[in-house]
């Protein structure tokens, strides 16, 4: 702080600036600095106040969380109720709605010769939140509350001023001396995401959707716990005001704005009962990619002076109503629970309900996920439960109504025997490998032991192999696959490639063109690259993008084939757990048998042959030796014991004389090396693993490789969202990998880049609230011809 500055005037300085940047990131959305710059301003004020204690304001940012946690809420008597709106459900409704108006209004009615007048209506999101009073006084917040019955709500000022977008002082000039602002506190759904997996961490109860999660955060008595939610705050009107505002809704709610209270960047106006629906119909359509939930659009009559004319009825206004969109969650009655078996033997628990509407779709199924989730919810066959289902996503269940359970209910049992084939079904277990050893615990998913012997796991393992983004042999559904297993004529997926013209014939829907066209799709199927054949042979927990890693790391089947896990963990994003299914798989004789089979009939994997050049001598000694979980040698100790040694077989064959000479080796440390080197099986895999990184090139000696030009994005996340307008989502990730990128379907600290196109949802809150680069469609497609690549 400059000497010439007193600790008052840069308090008041720092505080009309992070006033500024608040507005320029929550209200406009245009942030101007970084969090790094943000944080370092918050900072200083904070200090200066800490040391003068005299210079704390009431609209200081720094006093959003403050206070002990409350006994209780007390009483808040709104002036003006916080009135209901009335609800349109179909278009109907809407036309009648703005008949009703017009007849209020008194205005010329359509005939034979012209539509009539038109009524501006002005109209945004219906987000689903909270619905909240914020009292301002000269420009304060001296006051919020709940809307409660509408009459009566519930102080929380103290909760609401934990709210980053709520400003504590309205900016600018020109605000009524008091002015009620009322708007909605709801979550996004990044921010409940979060919010739950945090919850999730720690063992905490879930949220069942971001409407519960909102109004539970903010009627916490203790402040600081609202306060580490991520709540936001959208205003869509006013209720008390002493003083002027704009004679429209429209031009009330853009004054709002610039005096820093956050709008709906979806507010519009529209003309008439077609504007109206146009709305709806656009807003229905984005609604799964909006970065927060709703359940409907709300319609305004624009005019202040047509609204006091048209005026109220019982509890809503007559110039205002929500058109709902079908209800996302609806209650239903739990008939019963089955079993359906994977194409990995997953045993998984499926609610078959009483049929209800949800989201304008009959729905008489939906996932349990698996028996923890049962657990969890606490589900009995029986129970009354809330189902949700969000644009195409499976429906699901919620939450038990428990006070609905009936005296009968059962509780859900796994089947001790497959459904299916009658083998056994067992709980997997799951194995923590670590320094002092392995530990086993169990797991959450339960698998019939009969693998192809199991017609279930055969159907979904050959709709797999046969998948587009596997092998891609079109003309095989689901029902065709079935006949194929069930007339016993494929019991692997090699079996497809020695069907014959008369045996597809046969079968039901297939004529003479089908058959011949089936034949050419399993013929043209036989040189797959190697990414697809991986991905084909349903490997446990590898999906597409491990069987892309897979083959462009090692380059070769054989390799993979024969790949240790100690070796596969040091490949990005293989954990050890993944490394043990993948090395399982290739150990396992039958899955042996099956590979060798669709190798004799034909089909032949197009290989990348080299190691990948990032891969190349990727792995130091260092880094191998604090992997081999010997008790005492960490990272720091590791590096020591490598460039005193150089090799593995010095350190491995030295005696206890030669370890006292690395610095800060501890005699316990030396001890559990020194134990390790006389076991012979442990030596002897360490040695194995050893060699293995040398066959492949990637040991320490191996020679480093030169990465080829093409690769410049080696080792980069790259995250795709919303609506891509030059070329399919499916291109510009296949052109991001031909880069060498990982294309990720979720935004993390450690994603690159997001590229994000109209619609764009979650991800792209996500990414600006991780400050990850965000990029535009056509920065992508600059970026792309600098590589020589075209759209």
Not at 159 to 176: A, D, F, Q, S, Y
Request: proline fraction near 5%; include cysteine.
């Amino acid at each position: 702080m400059p000497q010439s500055v007193t600790p008052a005037e840069r308090a008041l300085a720092l505080r009309e600036e992070i006033a500024q940047h608040n507005y320029r990131y929550y209200v406009l959305d245009e942030p101007a600095v970084p969090d790094a710059e943000y944080d370092r301003l918050f900072n200083e004020l904070k200090a200066i106040e800490a040391e003068h204690p005299d210079l704390i304001t009431p609209d200081s940012p720094t006093q959003r969380v403050g206070g002990a946690p409350a006994s209780g809420f007390g009483e808040v008597k709104h002036e003006v109720p916080m009135l209901s709106l009335g609800n349109a459900f179909a278009e109907q409704d809407m036309h009648d709605f703005d008949r009703r108006v017009r007849e209020g209004l008194d205005l010329p009615a359509g005939d034979l010769f012209g539509g009539g007048a038109e009524v501006e209506y002005c109209c945004e999101p219906k987000l689903d939140g909270l619905a909240v009073s914020l009292l301002y006084e000269n420009g304060l917040l001296v006051r919020g509350a709940t809307r409660g019955d509408g009459s009566t709500g519930e102080d929380i000022s103290t909760n609401v001023r934990t709210i980053r977008n709520v400003p504590l002082k309205l900016r600018g000039e020109g605000w009524p001396a008091v002015l009620e602002v009322r708007g909605e506190v709801f979550m996004s759904k990044a921010g409940f995401e979060a919010l739950n997996e945090r919850a999730r961490e720690t063992g905490s109860k879930t949220f069942a959707n971001p409407r519960n999660a909102a109004a539970g955060s903010l009627r916490q008595l203790d402040p600081t716990i609202t306060a580490s939610r991520p709540l936001e705050f959208c205003c869509y009107g006013f209720g008390r005001v002493d003083g002027e505002l704009p004679d429209n809704q429209y031009a009330i709610l853009q004054a709002f704005r610039e005096w820093g209270l956050p709008i709906s960047r979806e507010l519009k106006l529209v003309k008439g009962i077609q504007g109206t629906l146009d709305y709806y119909r656009d807003i229905g359509e984005r609604r799964a990619a909006l970065e927060y939930e709703i359940d409907g659009v709300v319609f305004k009559v624009n005019q202040l002076s047509y609204q006091r004319e048209l005026g109220f009825r019982a509890r809503e206004p007559r110039w205002a109503i929500a058109h709902k969109f079908p209800a996302m969650e609806e209650l239903t009655e739990l008939l019963d629970v089955e079993f359906q078996v994977g194409r990995t033997g997953a045993v998984t628990p499926v609610a078959r309900l009483k049929p209800v509407q949800v989201a304008g779709v009959t729905v008489s199924n939906a996932t349990l996920h698996n028996m923890d989730e049962v657990a969890r919810l606490g589900v009995m066959i029986g129970d009354t439960v809330i189902i949700r289902r969000a644009g195409d996503v499976i429906p699901q269940v919620m939450q038990v109504v428990t006070e609905r359970r009936p005296a009968d209910a059962r509780p859900v049992e796994v089947p001790s025997n497959c459904p299916v084939c009658g083998s056994a079904v067992e709980r997997t277990q799951l194995v923590k490998r670590g320094k002092a050893g392995s530990t086993t615990s169990e797991g959450s998913v339960y698998r019939c032991v009969g693998r192809l012997t199991c017609q279930a796991q055969l159907k979904q393992s050959i709709i797999h192999f046969v998948s587009r983004r596997a092998m891609d042999i079109d003309g095989l559904g689901e029902k065709s696959v079935e006949q194929l297993v069930d007339t016993g004529l494929v019991a692997s997926p090699a079996d497809l490639y020695r069907l014959t013209y008369e045996q597809v014939l046969a079968l039901d829907g297939f004529a003479e063109l089908s058959t011949k066209n089936l034949l050419t799709a399993i013929q043209a199927s036989k040189k797959p690259t190697l990414a697809r054949f991986i991905y084909a042979l349903g490997i446990p927990d590898v999906g597409e993008e491990t069987a892309k890693l897979l083959a462009r790391a090692l380059g070769k089947l054989e390799r993979i084939e024969r790949a240790l896990p100690e070796v596969l963990v040091y490949l990005p994003d293989v954990g050890l757990e993944v490394a043990h299914e993948i090395h399982s798989f290739f150990a396992d004789a039958h899955n042996r048998q099956v590979i060798d089979q669709l190798l004799e009939r034909g089909v032949t994997p197009e290989e990348p042959g080299e190691l990948a050049a990032e891969f190349a001598a990727c792995v130091s000694l260092a880094d191998f030796l604090a992997r081999l979980n010997i008790t005492g040698i960490a990272s720091t100790g590791a590096e020591r014991l490598a460039s005193t040694f150089g090799s593995l077989d010095k350190i491995l064959s030295a005696d206890w004389l030669d370890l006292k000479q690395v610095e800060r080796l501890n005699d316990k440390a030396i001890k559990a090396l020194r134990e390790f080197a006389e076991n012979p099986e442990q030596r002897a895999h360490a040695e194995a693993v050893e060699q293995q990184l040398r066959d492949f090139g990637m040991h320490w000696d191996s020679p480093r490789a030169e990465a080829a030009g093409g690769l410049s994005l080696a080792g980069q996340t790259w995250v795709l969202t919303g609506t891509l307008e030059a070329m399919s989502r499916d291109v510009a990730k296949a052109h991001l990998e031909s880069l060498g990128a990982k294309v990720a379907g979720s935004v993390s600290a450690k994603t690159h880049c997001v590229v994000a196109g109209p619609g764009a949802g979650s991800k792209l809150a996500k990414a600006e609230q991780l400050g990850v680069t965000v990029w535009t469609e056509q920065q992508l497609l600059d970026m792309l011809a600098e590589q020589g690549i075209s759209a």
